[in-house]
């Protein structure tokens, strides 16, 4: 794995999903429609120009950063933050691999990415040591972003993994030997903590904890929180909690800013400034196969992913993030 040279490895051309519909028919838009006859080039374009309107420029990561999108409980946006934060990374010239680790295959759709029974898969890689390069696709449109996919064989590998030698570090042996160059891998857990999940906690240097701006927010939390410190001190001396992001935040309801508040006094630096509104483009995008920086670029939803990308990006390469190790568990159930 490098994260200095340029990606031209043995993809495989990804099947067109329902995306092509997506500029055409009734879709009410937030913003204008693109304005000429490439559309979704068009629309990643407003992207990047929406990105340096934002702020300066994005450094690249001396390191690839391994970044696990985790929490055990579902439907907080971890799909979602994944598939829209790789996005925004790679419209700013990042080379981005989501790795989709959910046997939901939520991510692999969002991508755009063919996932049926027969297509190659992360299943394969952890299960059968097949290659990651063997499984990895392109995600048409945006440029050096790529998606390792998961099928529905991937419900069966919890169980199939347990018999299996180094079972907690088939995909880190697999993201370590894969050769093209990447600046970041994002893996997108199921709502679970399961072999799965510590496969990836396993891999990965930083977790990335969506947290959905709703009562009970921080409940559960605790259970990952306590995993992560085990993965830590058993099996991965790198592993911390750098980014914290609060999703589907509703500015007109009290209870949002309370939530947001009590993750910022729990956690302090650790999350981020910029929060996810909830936006009707953010849940519309997947349904057409993309994310929402080339479905609605302008949109609230793009823009703040966006904004999310930046300040990830600055963290990692200023090392403001740099974590102290310790234990976030404590207060938390
Ligand atoms: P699971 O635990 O099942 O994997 P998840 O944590 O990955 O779920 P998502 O699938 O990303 O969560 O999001 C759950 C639902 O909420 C989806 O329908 C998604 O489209 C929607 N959603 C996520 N973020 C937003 C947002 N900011 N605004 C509106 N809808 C959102
Ligand atoms: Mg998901």
Excluded: W
């Amino acid at each position: 794995m490098r994260s200095d040279a340029n990606i031209a490895g043995p993809m495989t051309d990804p099947v067109p999903g329902p995306r092509s519909e997506s500029f055409g028919g009734d879709v009410s838009r937030e913003t204008l429609p693109p304005m000429d006859d490439t559309p979704i080039g068009r629309a990643a374009q407003l992207a990047v120009e929406a990105l340096g309107r934002a702020g300066e420029g994005l450094p690249r990561p001396a390191q690839t950063r391994v970044m696990v999108v985790a929490n055990q409980k579902g439907g907080v946006g971890k799909t979602t933050t994944t598939v829209n934060l790789a996005a925004s990374l790679a419209l700013h010239g990042a080379r981005v691999l989501v790795i989709d680790l959910d046997p939901q295959g939520n991510a692999s759709t969002a991508l755009g990415i063919d996932h049926h029974a027969d297509v190659p898969s992360i299943y394969d890689v952890l299960v059968e040591s097949r290659p990651l390069s063997e499984v990895v696709q392109p995600v048409l449109d945006v440029e050096g972003l790529f998606c390792a996919p998961a099928t529905i064989d991937l419900a069966g590998a919890e169980i199939e993994l347990v018999s299996l030698v180094a079972r907690e570090s088939r995909l880190q042996r697999a993201i370590e030997a894969y050769e093209q160059p990447l600046d970041y891998v994002l893996i997108d857990c199921p709502p679970s903590l399961g072999l799965l999940t510590v496969n990836a906690l396993v891999a990965g240097a930083e977790v990335v904890i969506p947290i959905q701006c709703e009562y009970y927010a921080l409940e559960g939390l605790g259970q990952l929180l306590k995993n992560v410190d085990l993965v830590r001190a058993h099996l991965n001396p790198k592993l911390h909690v750098s980014t914290i992001l609060l999703t589907m935040y509703d500015g007109r309801t009290r209870l949002a800013a309370q939530v947001a508040d009590e993750v910022r006094t729990h956690f302090g630096k650790e999350v981020l400034r910029t929060s996810i509104p909830r936006s009707v483009r953010i849940s519309e995008a997947p349904s057409y196969g993309q994310t929402v920086l080339t479905y609605d670029p302008g949109s609230s939803g793009a823009l703040s992913y966006l904004e999310a990308a930046r300040e990830m990006a600055l963290r990692g390469a200023e090392g403001t993030n740099e974590h102290d190790q310790h234990s976030m568990s404590e207060g938390i159930q």
